[in-house]
């Protein structure tokens, strides 16, 4: 079992609907959550973090988490050709360990 | 530009040889990492510095991989022996706070091609 999975996509989601990204991770000790945006050619930056079970919201990013299921996802409301990108999720057991990346999912907004 | 630097960007050598590429983080004395990421993966971990120490390395890494971090500034990466299959990108990240976010500042990546 990988210690964090995506489903690889592509997800395709027509311009100004909601896109939904899942993740699942295995350690149940983990403890910070993350979501990286990729694009073609370019390195990981980071969109959004979350350590808490809930919701955390930031401009038309949400963050969900649910450390009972073990599972993380992200929704981007209205979305634009630009959020087109391979979006990656990553997890941090505690403040002295490695983080893990999942191999992302792909994401094409279509006009 | 996140401040985080790497050089060279791009290396291509010939299998057998050796490789070192370099990352200077955005401050010293914090969290920098090293991944390795192929096309159409994540973000693969190597291996974890905090200051000079290197806290954690992928048990996946063969012993032609070492990492340095003197001083706690700068950190180098060399592979010995490079083969072809340690084609790949490979990134340097930096946690820069004084408290461990988590929260990585990638460098653009140092290109490795073995021929």
């Known amino acids: 079992q990988k210690e964090v999975e995506q489903n690889s996509g592509p997800l395709s989601v027509p311009e100004g609907a909601i896109a939904s990204l899942n993740c699942t991770y295995s350690d149940r000790g983990s403890q910070s959550f993350f979501w990286y945006r990729q694009y073609s050619g370019k390195s990981p930056e980071l969109i959004m973090s979350i350590y808490s079970n809930g919701d955390k919201e930031d401009g038309r990013f949400t963050a969900q988490l649910n450390k009972a299921s073990q599972y993380v996802s992200l929704l981007i409301r209205d979305s634009q050709p630009s959020d087109s990108a391979t979006y990656l999720c990553?997890?941090?057991?505690?403040?002295?360990?490695?983080?893990?990346f999942g191999s992302g999912t792909r994401l094409s907004i279509r006009p | 530009d996140t401040g985080v630097s790497q050089d060279p960007r791009h290396k291509i050598t010939k299998r057998g040889q050796n490789v070192t590429f370099r990352c200077d983080p955005i401050s010293e004395h914090n969290r920098l990492y090293w991944y390795r990421q192929t096309l159409g993966q994540g973000p693969e971990f190597l291996t974890y510095?905090?200051?000079?120490?290197?806290?954690?390395k992928s048990r996946l890494l063969s012993d032609r991989f070492s990492a340095e971090r003197p001083k706690g500034s700068f950190s180098t990466l060399e592979i010995q022996r490079t083969e072809q299959g340690d084609s790949a990108m490979y990134l340097c990240a930096n946690d820069p706070g004084q408290e461990s976010t988590g929260e990585l500042f990638f460098g653009e990546g140092s290109r490795l091609t073995v021929l």
């Open positions: 510095f905090q200051n000079e120490a290197q806290l954690e």
């Open positions: 990553a997890v941090k057991r505690s403040s002295a360990s490695k983080i893990i």
